[in-house]
């Protein structure tokens, strides 16, 4: 059975999101939320709308109506997003230096704690073409993370993983929310989704068409 969701505790609540690009409706009525300690999946045929909720939460596009209230938040792009010119561990510590306005040594000892979490600590001086895909988005997992939000927004989690690395991501992203954070990813891969534990929110055409409790 599908548990309840209690709006109040949810560190994101959409509420009847509608979105149209000229004469097309991007997104026609779209409402659900995330609790702390919970993997949603947005799920749906490409142009379905996924993408689009995410950028709506994260403030790149302006929806027409409806409401977006979110908490703080990481965001983890779908090709990792990682600066080129800069180190992993570089990478990890530019929000906690420059916004947080936190020391050096203290973000630096955070960043590398995160990354040693994540599995990729030995590979904190390494720079983003130097990593492999699955390196790369652990890094990026470890950057989102470094101010500590409770809700963490991934696109497509999986386009560069190879199957092998998908497995130990949906591994990661049960114990991220294990540790009582909210996950929000879009994706294409059942079996990612189902390893990941998560709770699946299909989208036909811009509308919510199922909502699916966790498997697992």
């Known amino acids: 059975m599908e548990r309840a969701h209690n709006v109040m505790s949810a560190v994101l609540t959409i509420t009847g999101l509608h979105l149209r690009r000229g004469t097309r409706d991007i997104l026609r009525g779209v409402s659900f939320s995330a609790e702390p ?21 994260v403030g790149l596009e302006s929806p027409d109506a409806g409401t977006v209230a979110a908490g703080p938040f990481g965001m983890v792009f779908q090709f990792h997003g990682l600066f080129e010119h800069l180190t992993a561990i570089a990478n990890v510590t530019l929000a906690p230096i420059h916004v947080a306005r936190l020391d050096r040594a203290t973000s630096e000892l955070r960043a590398q704690t995160l990354l040693d979490e994540l599995g990729v600590g030995h590979r904190a001086g390494a720079l983003p073409r130097e990593l492999s895909g699955g390196e790369a988005q652990r890094v990026a997992i470890a950057r989102a993370l470094a101010m500590n939000p409770p809700l963490l927004l991934m696109d497509e989690p999986t386009a560069s993983l190879d199957p092998a690395r998908r497995a130990e991501l949906a591994l990661t992203l049960r114990a991220l929310a294990s540790g009582g954070r909210a996950l929000v990813i879009t994706s294409h891969d059942e079996d990612f989704v189902t390893r990941a534990g998560a709770r699946v929110i299909r989208l036909v055409d811009g509308r919510v068409s199922e909502r699916v409790p966790p498997l697992i």
């Open 37 to 57: 300690g919970e993997v949603v999946a947005l799920m749906g045929a490409s142009g379905s709308g996924k993408t689009t909720i995410l950028r709506c939460v």
